[in-house]
């Protein structure tokens, strides 16, 4: 990659709970040192990192990247999507994953260690990177996703996780153990995937552009960031706790295809509609509904190119 573009670091003060703002100063000094033009901008609310790109102008070898977790990550995407980009080619972006929840760049292969991150960005390749777009819900005129839309069990458990006030591996298992105590009914679901229509009693469904989500579940583990495609993994109803807790274990390992009621596909466009009950739904983590009857989501090929190992 060109060394002349300037890296922009839209960091998250509050993301890895304060522990992006302290690593601030070791981010400024390895740039500083690399003799890169380099600026760091501190977010103050959410959504402010979206302003903060949209209000940028971004050449052909700028670097815009995101020092946060997956929240940090969506918002400078949904900027990069939306800001002044004279060249017309895709911008590139980078990753400091310190957030508490760093599901997305775990699947590129970037190290949550900030000095080789920050290496990364200064030296690492550029190789070509899908987004989703979704629509409905709460997200009327559309929202890119980067690494995916969770639709019931997974957005339930999100919920939960939240309410611990923690983003880890061990709030979503909490989570995910107080739904299937509950073990709600599961809205009936009609779901278009480019040629094909399925309709099921849906517990999970998740349509993602990486592979991880909620700290150590792989909804997607075939998942590739460039070939052109989201992955979707749609789980039938279970008559049993017991089976649908089989299940949730193999999402750890990513091998939940070897389970019956389980159907894993890629495709480029999707819609969801819900035909009795309503379906709860985030993005990246953000809410999208939480009782939605229609959800739209379509890949973006090559919309940026990000810079990896």
């Known amino acids: 990659m060109s060394q002349n573009g300037i890296i922009r670091v ?64 969506n918002e400078v995407i949904n900027g990069l999507m939306t800001c002044a980009n004279p060249s017309g080619k895709p911008p590139v972006f980078g990753i400091i994953p310190i957030g508490r929840g760093n599901d997305f760049s775990a699947t590129p292969g970037i190290p949550e260690d900030v000095t080789k991150a920050v290496q990364i960005l200064i030296n690492g390749a550029v190789k070509p990177l899908d987004l989703g777009f979704v ?59 480019d040629e094909t229509e399925v309709t ?26 460039d070939d052109g495609l989201l992955d979707i993994c749609y789980v039938r109803h279970q008559d049993k706790r017991s089976k649908l807790l089989n299940i949730f274990s193999h999402y750890k390992k990513g091998t939940q295809s070897e389970c019956e009621g389980v159907n894993m596909s890629t495709a480029v466009n999707f819609r969801l509609k819900a035909i ?34």
């Open 276 to 309: 009795e009950g309503g379906m709860a739904a985030h993005c990246d983590g953000e809410t999208i509904c939480y009782d939605g009857t229609d959800l739209e989501m379509k890949c973006v090929p090559a919309a940026l190119r990000l810079i990896g190992p």
């Open 200 to 225: 099921l009693p849906a517990v999970l469904v998740s349509i993602v552009n990486g592979r991880r989500m909620g700290g150590s579940f792989y909804m997607g583990p075939n998942a590739v960031l």
């Open 135 to 193: 629509k409905g819900g709460f997200f009327s005129d559309g929202r890119y996703f980067i690494n995916g839309v969770g639709i019931g069990f997974d957005t339930k458990v999100g919920f939960e996780a939240a309410k611990l006030g923690i983003k880890s591996g061990i709030a979503y298992t909490i989570g995910a153990l107080i739904n299937l105590v509950r073990f709600e009914k599961s809205p009936v679901i009609k779901i278009n995937y």
């Open 10 to 73: 839209i960091l998250n003060p509050a993301a890895g709970k304060g522990k992006a703002r302290k690593q601030q100063p070791i981010i400024e000094k390895l740039l500083r040192e690399s003799g890169r033009d380099f600026q760091v901008f501190s977010t103050q609310s959410a959504g402010h990192a979206i302003e903060i790109v949209r209000s940028l102008t971004i050449s052909d070898n700028d670097v815009t990247a995101a020092a946060g977790g997956d929240g940090t990550c």
